[in-house]
């Protein structure tokens, strides 16, 4: 069974310094992942996924299949990136479902 | 192109009773997946549907159930009620195919059982 973790429910961080947000996840297969983000008062939206190898609002994410690892990072948080962000795992065999992990909400102190 | 639009938003229900929520996917658009999330268990995966054949199903008792029209709209049912499906509901949809298939979220329906 897959399952992802993100080990911090809270993540309070001051505007411009750096934000890892972290997400585990344990498959035996290829998996694939998706970071979500969900801003205050809109619904849940893709924020970025592996295969893609982008950087969208500065962030990144890079998959370390060594250590079962999708963090996501942002060398200088904005105010505006406070939002809750879930790490989600796919099964890289078509259309499986999203496994999600619980989330991490992030807060950038001005 | 609109996005993912779920009626109603808000539901209260008792104990025992049924609900049914409906799901209307982005045009084009032929999967749409269900998902019950919660404070405590967080995103869980109901069951996906694609070209009105449920395709997917994830580890809820069979209370829950749901079905796909040939428009691709989709209805999830819960019978018999119980407190703790008090949740919000969420639907997505995507392409369904195999290379694309990026999931869009629609608002939710918040569920609350008395």
């Known amino acids: 069974a897959q399952r992802v973790t993100q080990p911090e429910k809270l993540l309070s961080v001051f505007k411009g310094a750096p934000v890892e947000l972290k997400c585990n996840y344990s498959y035996s297969g290829s998996p694939e992942l998706f970071w979500y983000v969900q801003y205050s008062r809109q619904r849940l939206q893709l924020l970025l996924r592996h295969i893609s190898r982008e950087s969208i609002k500065g962030f990144t994410a890079d998959l370390n299949k060594g250590e079962t690892s999708f963090h996501l990072k942002k060398p200088f948080a904005q105010e505006e990136d406070s939002a809750m962000y879930y790490c989600a795992l796919r099964r890289q065999a078509g259309n499986t479902p999203l496994v999600f992990g619980k989330g991490t909400r992030l807060s950038v102190i001005a | 192109k609109a996005g993912v639009t779920q009626t109603p938003r808000y539901l209260i229900k008792t104990r025992g009773q049924q609900v049914t929520l409906s799901c209307s996917p982005i045009?084009?658009?032929?999967?749409v997946s269900w998902y019950q999330q919660t404070p405590g268990q967080g995103l869980q995966f109901l069951f996906e549907y694609f070209s009105e054949t449920q395709r997917n199903k994830g580890n809820f008792p069979g209370r829950f159930s749901g079905r796909q029209f040939s428009n691709s709209r989709s209805e999830m049912n819960v019978s018999t009620l119980e407190l703790g499906d008090s949740a919000l509901y969420l639907c997505?949809?995507?392409?369904?195919?195999?290379?694309?298939?990026?999931?869009?979220f629609g608002p939710g329906t918040r569920l609350t059982v008395l």
């Open positions: 045009s084009g658009h032929r999967s």
């Open positions: 997505a949809s995507s392409l369904g195919g195999l290379v694309e298939h990026t999931q869009y």
